[in-house]
């Protein structure tokens, strides 16, 4: 699975957007962006995924580059709930190559 | 929907003593992920089931480390003897994943581990 790059944390005002970066160079085709947030002592929590469209759900929105090289992981309306490690993870979606493998992620303190 | 959970939450040991640790998926998930977390990085794969089977051991130390699925269902995971590095989080995971039919689902859901100091 392609590496991804993400910056080591980040602060963000309570009730502004969080925009949090990611870049994969190397992804293939057939792989797809993952986004999951860590809060503290809790399991990591899926957020979205996508493979070249940008995507928008409940929680979240993700925006891919066209040439799908890094990503974006937008949080419209951060509140202190938010405060969590970010991960993003690129991997082949199917049974074979379905494991997540975890970087350091971004560290996001939301402020009030 | 009732998530994934785990058993004990904490579990406290000397080096060398052994250890099991607990989990039941969510209800029809096929396969089965076992994860180890640092204090500090990313959770980190040890092994996937799907259904009862292994699918990836790679990253499991095998001479200290077993896993077992029986019926499918839930997993144990053993460490024995465990050694002062093996403290860590040991994250369960589950997803859908159906072999056939249109449900296929990839996204894993994590319970809430259970943290393990070695002294």
């Known amino acids: 699975d392609a590496k991804t790059t993400q910056p080591t944390s980040m602060d963000c005002a309570e009730g502004r957007a969080a925009n949090l970066p990611c870049n994969h160079s190397?992804?293939?085709?057939?792989?797809?962006v993952y986004w999951y947030r860590q809060i503290h002592s809790q399991g990591p929590q899926y957020i979205i995924h996508g493979l070249k469209n940008n995507e928008t759900n409940e929680m979240a929105s993700l925006i891919i580059t066209e040439d799908r090289k890094s990503s974006t992981l937008i949080l419209p309306h951060a509140t202190l709930r938010d405060t969590a490690v970010y991960y993003c993870i690129v991997r082949r979606r199917g049974a074979a190559g379905n494991k997540l493998t975890f970087g350091g992620g971004t560290r996001v303190l939301v402020k009030p | 929907e009732a998530g994934v959970a785990q058993s004990p939450r904490y579990k406290i040991i000397e080096k060398r003593q052994s250890v099991a640790f607990w989990c039941n998926p969510i209800?029809?998930?096929?396969?089965l992920y076992w994860y180890q977390q640092i204090l500090g990085q990313g959770p980190k794969l040890l092994i996937q089931f799907q259904n009862n089977g292994v699918v990836d051991d790679s990253q499991l130390p095998k001479d200290r480390f077993s896993a077992e699925r029986l019926k499918g269902v839930d997993s144990t995971l053993k460490i024995q003897p465990a050694k002062l590095e093996d403290s860590a989080v040991y994250l369960c995971?589950?997803?859908?994943?159906?072999?056939?039919?249109?449900?296929?689902?990839?996204?894993?859901?994590f319970g809430p581990g259970t943290r393990l100091t070695v002294t």
């Open positions: 190397t992804i293939s085709g057939n792989e797809y």
């Open positions: 995971a589950s997803s859908l994943e159906s072999s056939g039919g249109s449900q296929i689902g990839y996204e894993q859901y």
């Open positions: 209800s029809g998930h096929a396969t």
